[in-house]
């Protein structure tokens, strides 16, 4: 069986080697040395570790070091990992640990204050705008809420414009609240994966998503409008 450590690329589609039935499963197959699953893992997670792990170090180069150590600290950890969260949120845990202490060593210039400090009461948005937790998407915009024309092929140049004023509106955002929606957003992380890789009490990890989102939103009214 070939090593986890080989990091081997064995398939066409990472997304469906990691179509796992729970992540119980997952935590299996990474322990029997799966490099399929480890690959798939890899390669999906990875944009994202990348884009956290940024918001701590000074540079590219700094943050692709810290995601290479998170992943051998992944391999070399899995069979102490008690599982008392999911696979994900134990990874960015990882992430986050090292990012820190890259951080310590090279003395960032921005201080890490700025990952702490407390959030502006930012813009709100009535809850009925988003999906109950009882819905398809719980937490996400309604059909009433979301922007017009989203995803419909015949304004694929609407479609880009409205990326970019969401991508204009998250570099705007405090750290923390960027990296929660871009977790819970975009990456489709749930709620206890986020609050497990940042650290975040449940509370402060609702507050955050909700000011992130209407921020965002109102990003995208004021486009609509405009």
């Known amino acids: 069986m070939t090593s986890l450590s080989d990091q081997a690329v064995l398939v066409a589609s990472p997304s469906a080697a990691l179509q796992v039935a729970s992540d119980a499963e997952l935590l299996t197959r990474l322990r029997a040395g799966d490099t399929a699953a480890f690959t798939a893992m890899v390669d999906e997670w990875s944009p994202v ?24 600290g992944v391999v070399t950890g899995l069979a102490r990992f008690e599982a008392r969260g999911t696979v994900r949120s134990w990874a960015f845990s990882i992430l986050i640990n090292r990012a820190k202490s890259r951080y310590d060593r090279d003395v960032r210039v921005v201080p890490f204050s700025v990952l702490t400090r407390a959030e502006p009461s930012g813009p709100t948005v009535e809850p009925a705008r988003f999906q109950a937790e009882d819905g398809d998407h719980p937490g996400h915009w309604t059909s009433n809420g979301a922007p ?20 204009q509106a998250l570099e705007q955002l405090p750290e923390r609240q960027r990296l929660v929606v871009e ?44």
């Open 148 to 167: 017009r024309h989203w995803g419909q092929p015949e304004h694929a140049v609407l479609d880009r414009e409205i990326r970019h004023v969401i991508e």
């Open 183 to 226: 977790m819970r957003d975009v990456e489709g992380m749930s709620a206890e994966e986020t609050c497990a890789a940042l650290h975040l009490s449940p509370e402060n990890q609702r507050v955050l998503l909700h000011r992130g989102r209407a921020a965002v939103r109102s990003a995208l009214e004021a486009y609509q409008h405009g």
């Open 49 to 72: 570790m990348l884009r956290v792990a940024r918001r701590y170090v000074r540079d590219r180069e700094a943050a692709e070091d810290v995601v290479q150590e998170t992943w051998l």
